[in-house]
């Protein structure tokens, strides 16, 4: 939940999963669809199917429990190379190289005097986080929070506070003048997207009391359709004003992403 989204916005969505699903076999007895609605509006819900996934793979091969291992945490569906590591690290103490993207940032300050890291994470950033972890669990585990919280803090990506940084009379960077970055970090686009009508699909769907015939996703809402969708959402989604092939070409991807499935009465969630 908490990549790519900030701890205010997951904290009250983590809250209701817990209370309601508060181990891995709560959740897998749940259909797949139960996990995409109660995402809500977290965004890239495939995540809530990964976490099902995983769930039930938790559930029916590791008794309940989660590994305890960058290896068995890989195993899981959807688990990667960072969440794997930081899991490993933070939640059971072993030692992991954690790169995120503020350990990123005061890696490239730090060490190789650059302003900003590669757009994308590179073989050498690996083998240099890996090369200036300490050896001992407890001190890495350490480590790893507390370049993490350095770089969130103190060595920021717009406005770094280099006058109260720990470990400034050290920085390359500092020391190289300060140079600016190679290149100009761009926000991903939004409004108009595709991302932004799968988006106003799903809630429709999550909305939805029954299945959704694809009329109702281009007729002009009603106070309350015979679908079962109230106004808000289709409201949202017509507000957006997809063009038709824009529409169709978003209700694919979500069907071929498995976040939606089509029946004889419409789209609906999975289950």
């Not at 290896?71 to 030692?95: D, E, Q």
Request: aromatic letters at 4%; charged letters at 20%; proline letters at 10%.
């Amino acid at each position: 939940m908490l990549q790519q989204t900030p701890v205010a916005r997951v904290l009250p969505v983590w809250r209701e999963w817990m209370e309601r699903w508060p181990k891995p076999g709560d959740l897998a007895a749940e259909p797949s669809g139960e996990a995409v609605r109660a995402w809500g509006r977290l965004g890239y819900p495939r995540r809530a199917l990964r976490l099902h996934a995983a769930a039930s793979v938790i559930a029916t091969t590791y008794g309940g429990e989660l590994p305890d291992s960058e290896a068995g945490l890989l195993a899981l569906p959807g688990v990667g190379g960072y969440t794997a590591a930081a899991v490993a690290a933070f939640a059971f103490g072993r030692r992991a190289s954690v790169v995120d993207t503020n350990i990123r940032r005061v890696h490239a300050r730090l060490v190789r005097g650059e302003a900003l890291p590669a757009p994308a994470l590179t073989a050498a950033e690996r083998r240099l986080a890996e090369s200036l972890l300490p050896d001992d669990d407890e001190t890495s585990v350490r480590w790893n929070a507390g370049v993490m919280e350095l770089g969130a803090i103190v060595c920021t990506a717009r406005s770094p506070k280099c006058s109260v940084c720990p470990v400034a009379d050290e920085c390359a960077w500092r020391a190289a003048g300060e140079p600016p970055p190679s290149y100009v970090p761009k926000g991903q686009a939004w409004h108009g997207t595709d991302r932004q009508v799968r988006g106003a699909v799903m809630a429709v769907l999550r909305e939805a009391s029954r299945p959704v015939p694809r009329a109702a996703l281009e007729a002009p809402p009603t106070a309350v359709t015979d679908a079962g969708v109230t106004a808000p959402g289709l409201a949202r989604l017509h507000a957006l004003a997809p063009a038709p092939e824009q529409l169709e070409r978003c209700v694919a991807g979500l069907l071929a992403d498995g976040l939606a499935v089509e029946l004889p009465a419409g789209l609906a969630l999975p289950h």
